[in-house]
C-alpha cells in the first residue's frame, strides 16, 4: 500500500491536483488544480504552487515559496505552460519560480538536486540544469541557461538569454550580462572572467590533468590575444581530446551574447 500524504487542514489542497505517496504540506500552502506532486514531495507553510506544475521526487518547497505563477512578461496571454523542478531539490523561503512562455518554449525548467536560497527568483523559460546552487538573491531574468554543477553568489542579476556554463562559478554582488564560459570563476559589476573555478572543479573529482587542460584552454580564450575564431581552432588543434574542452568549445560556438572576459 502506498504511503499517504499528509496534508495540513488548513493547506487549500485543489481536488484535481495530483499528490504522490508520502507527500506533506503544511499548513495555508495553497496547491492548485494542475500541480503534480511527485512521491515524497513536501510543501511548506503558505507556499503557493500554481499554474502547470511539477515538483519531483524528494523536494521540498519551503514556507512562502511561489511557484508556477505567470511570468512577468508584457506578451503573455494566459497561455497553459509550465514549470518543472526536479527530484531531489531544495527551493527556500520566498523564492519566486514563475512559468514559461508561449514563445520561449513554454517551459522553466529547474533540473535534480538543485538548491534555490531565499528569496532568489528563476523567471520564464529559464534552465537550469543539476546540481545547480543559487544563493539568497540571486536572480535569473527570462531564457537564461544555467548549466550543470554551475553556483552563483548571493545578489547576483543574470541577463535575460545569458548562459552560464557547467562548473561555472559567479561571485556575489555581480552584474551578468554575457556568457560566463564553463568551469571559470567571474565576479563584478559588469563581470569580468578572473581564472579558472580550480577549486570547484577540485571538489567534485576532477582529475589534476583534466585541470590542467582547462586551464590551458582558458590562457588560449582569454589571455593569448587570439580572436575568438582563432581561439576556437586553437583549442580544437591542441585539446579537443578532452571532454571537458569539447563542452568548452560548444558553449563558444553556440553563443549569441558573445562571453565575459
Known amino acids: 500500500m502506498a504511503e499517504a500524504a499528509i496534508i495540513h487542514a488548513t493547506a ?3 481536488p484535481k491536483a ?4 508520502g507527500v506533506k504540506v503544511g499548513p495555508y500552502a495553497v496547491i492548485g488544480p494542475n500541480v503534480i506532486l511527485d512521491d515524497h514531495a513536501e510543501v511548506g507553510a503558505h507556499a503557493v504552487i500554481d499554474g502547470h506544475s511539477t515538483i519531483g521526487q524528494g523536494s521540498r518547497i519551503f514556507s512562502f515559496a511561489s511557484i508556477g505563477q505567470p511570468p512577468q512578461d508584457t506578451h503573455y496571454a494566459g497561455e497553459p505552460t ?9 527551493i527556500r523561503e520566498y523564492v519566486s519560480i514563475h512559468r514559461g512562455t508561449e514563445s520561449g ?10 538548491m534555490v536560497m531565499a528569496y532568489a527568483h528563476v523567471a ?3 534552465r537550469v540544469g543539476d546540481h545547480v546552487i543559487m544563493a539568497n538573491g540571486a536572480t535569473l531574468a527570462g531564457h537564461v541557461e544555467v548549466q550543470d554543477y554551475a553556483v552563483i553568489g548571493g545578489l547576483t542579476a543574470i541577463h535575460q538569454f545569458a548562459r552560464i556554463g557547467r562548473n561555472a562559478f559567479v561571485g556575489g554582488a555581480s552584474a551578468i550580462s554575457m556568457d560566463v564560459m564553463p568551469y571559470v570563476s567571474a565576479a563584478g559589476n559588469r563581470a569580468k572572467v578572473t581564472g579558472v573555478n580550480v577549486v570547484g572543479l577540485r ?7 583534466t585541470i590542467k587542460a582547462i586551464r590551458q584552454a582558458y590562457r588560449i580564450v582569454f589571455r593569448s590575444n587570439m580572436r575568438m575564431e582563432q581561439a576556437i581552432e586553437e583549442l580544437e588543434r591542441h585539446l579537443s581530446q578532452f571532454v571537458e574542452v569539447q563542452s568548452i568549445l560548444e558553449f563558444l560556438q553556440s553563443g549569441q551574447r558573445g562571453i565575459c572576459r
Do not use: M, P, W
Not at 18 to 21: F, K, Q, R
Not at 203 to 209: A, C, I, T, W
Open 105 to 114: 518554449g513554454g517551459l522553466t525548467r529547474v533540473g535534480n538536486h538543485c
Open 124 to 126: 520564464h523559460d529559464c
Open 18 to 21: 495530483e499528490i504522490g505517496a
Open 203 to 209: 571538489r567534485h573529482g576532477f582529475s589534476e590533468e
Open 12 to 14: 487549500v489542497v485543489d
Open 82 to 90: 509550465r514549470v518543472e523542478i526536479g527530484k531531489g531539490c531544495a
